[in-house]
């Protein structure tokens, strides 16, 4: 069955159908025309009645019922060529050329002719009209409604006034609030350079190959390309994507236009509307002045978007809510595991973060959409209105050069229609600085002020500090500084930087002391972190491990990637794991099988890394994926339990899997723990003497050496040993009778 | 299909009802002057005397100040239900066949403009007042009708019907309504005359003549 389509107009055997409209218009304006007229002769002559005076101007006014009647004609003509083929081609056949004189002339112009009849058809009208009124005749009376119009212009002026006036007020108090949130920066205002911009090298040539294109854009615009006018800078903050900007702004020859991140929130609906076109007004004018303009979006986020959630690019929460647990136990996890947990846990909990619909609201994500990529109206008043009126075709919009940068920390949070390519086409993360990136921040800070640090010391900084941005190195270094200066003095030191790095990581200490068996039992549990650490994690080194009580937790060992690593493997995660259940592991050995509420975070970071392995990454005993099998609901590889054959593990269901790996796992933690025992004791009696302590301290407790804090040359020898043992002991039985322990904490001198 | 048939019908009724108002008559006769802004409405099939007739008429009499107040004539019209009937006898006092209207407008002298009143408008034809103030001396078959006082737009005035028996004897009723304009200048004068007998037969139709007398002054 072929699909019947409306006929085309060549197709047609009879002609086109008018519109009522059409069909009436003049018939309505003759009509219109006549009553005009009958009420002037009322008006003339107040006898008159309304039937009389109908018939008076019918009278008076052949012409008009002899139009009429003409138009009268024409519509029978039409209808009749709307009904019947044959008639309509009867006149086809001998009137074509009409058609063909008008289809000579071009739309436009066809346009303009038909307005010009109209006015003078109109002009006609209204002159005969005003003639019947002034009892002139239509000329002469066309000549007097100017001076009428003149005459009333006073009345006209006061009726203006008071409607204006109220325009006035509504127009004048939404023009001052529409001010405000937008600074225009042109060249040379700003000092920054992208030199000024440290460790995101990759991210700035990109941008310097933007503002090229925005002073060029011959070279991409003749080989039929266009220049990319929306860049968005996303990453987590501090990175420096605000000082990128300002340095955009600085390197530039065009002007530069700051938003700030709360233009767009106002008190009032519409207002937001009204700025963001204001805004755009502004940027046309800037850039056909100046060839080009930039406009800088800070904080992009808040200007919301429309509920639709986009997929997380970066976890913007915080690990305290999710580590608070008396061990801080994702503290010796890598960012990336941090991130992870972070992630699961969130998901388990219905945590959302970012994608609520919010910002400026009430239209304003609307009309900035509009603006960055909408109909390319002709613009101005002339252009638009003056032009038109004297039927001159508006000129096409010229070509407005306008890029524009958004940054964010939240991406996650915009509209999925703002990212789309023809509003924002390049979207660069600016992340974490490479260790090149670091050492050159470090370096770019360091030269700010007076310190003793070496390039091997900068370098080593860089190393244990792989996640510093821009504004935690400018920290850092700044808190080094007033440590310094709170001891007298003025250049920075190693110790310094350390210390203001520990401050920086760990928060101030709470300067809780706790009770003998408790100081124990943490500092066992830390050690059995660290040494399990120390012995099987070498992606990872330890950073610092201390006993003294923070905001959220009780201890904690801290470690650090030592290199820039990209991807994660089986083994390392089963380190992770590890070193997470060393707690439970230890804490069961070293205290006849009890353990405490501390481990806890433990368990948990290591079920859900155990999961992910298991049911992800394929480390575990099936392959399929568990993220795939739920998306699917196709039932993850389990059940039969009953069933004893040699594929009952690869049947088991997932929680029984990850249950026997972590299983696996303890007593292989608990295996190393045993062979290690003493080595425990002994970095937990250096946490206890010292609190806190450095990673290269805990290397030199594990070899028996001398390290920056810590003399570890006492622990390797065996009488030392006993004695920290027969400590421990005490402690245990201090701890199940809850009293304090019959020995004290042995202290060694240092050798 | 309807609908064309529809649109049709729309167009035909706008067109017929524009050609049946060519075909159509007024109801009545409009006597106009746009000029002093004075109307009064004539039934139809009533017959018109020229202004030149009337002019020629009224420039043949020999009372004193006749010429003045006939180059003073803004604008008069006269209607009458015979053919028969002339100028001459619209601007005499002798009941006329069937009846008679005359309008007329006058700009005054300045001795008139001085003396003018409520009393000499009403003494328009017949010396009223002396009739009612001395019944010795009024016309035989005098009798007062109806008389009080009628404002329009720019003038006031006094309307009087009455009756009386004209010089051949034959009783006649006047409907005469005499205006003064509000600057004192100009009168706007309306006369009905019949036969009593036949005034009374068509009381009505000849009541709304002087009805429809209407005074808008000069726009």
Redesign the interface.
Known sequence: MTIQSRPRDTDRKTRVHLSVYDRTKFLLLFALTFFVLAWASMADNPLLSFSDALVKTADDKVWLIVLAGIEIVRQIHFALAELLAPYHGIWLKYFVFVNRLLGKLSDWNRFRLGRVIKWLVFVAMFSIVLGAIYKETPVRALFLAPKALWSALPMIGQLMFAVVFVIIQFAAIFWFLSRGGVDTYFPDDIKTRFSDVWGQDHVLNRIRENLLFLETPELIEKHGGYVPGGILLWGPPGTGKTLMAESMAGETGKPFVFVDPGAFTNMFMGIGVLKVKSLFRKLRKLALRYGGVVVFLDEADALGNRGISRPAMHSGTTDAAIFGTPCNGGNYLSDPGKSLVTNATMANNKFMMGGAAGGGGSGTLQALLTELSGLKKPRGFINRVVRRALGMRPKNPPKYRILVVMATNMPEALDEALLRPGRIDRMYRVGYPSKAGRIRTYEGYLDKVSHSLTAEDIDKLATITPYATGAIIKDTINEALIMAIRNDRTSITWTDVIKAKQLKDLGPAEDVEYIERERHAVAVHEACHGVMAHLVRQHMAIDLATIEKGSDYLGMVASIPPDDQFTRWRTEYEADILVSVASLAGERMFFDGDNSSGVSGDLESATTIASFMEGHWGMGSTISSHASNRRNEVGAPGGNRGKDDGTKDLRMALGDRIENNLATLLSRAEEILKENKFKVLALAHALETHKTISGDDVIAVMNGEKGPLVDGRPYSIQSNLDAIWNYHLAAVVAHQKHERPDLPIPVFEAS | ?R??AK??A???V??SA??T??G?????I?A?D?VTGT???IPNGWNKIEKSELDKAESKSTAPGAAEKLANVLWHEAYTTSPEVTATQILNLQAPVGAAVYVRVRALDFTEINSISYNSLRNLLVPLTTWLDDPAKANPKFVLIDDYERVEKVARGIRTIYTFEDAAGVSETVDQTALLSDDRTQVYILVVRAKTKYYNKHVDELLAIGD?F?V?GDK
């Open positions: 299909m609908s064309t649109r049709i729309i167009s035909s706008i067109a524009l050609i108002l060519t159509c008559s007024q109801s009545q409009y106009t746009k109307y009064v409405a429809s209407t808008r």
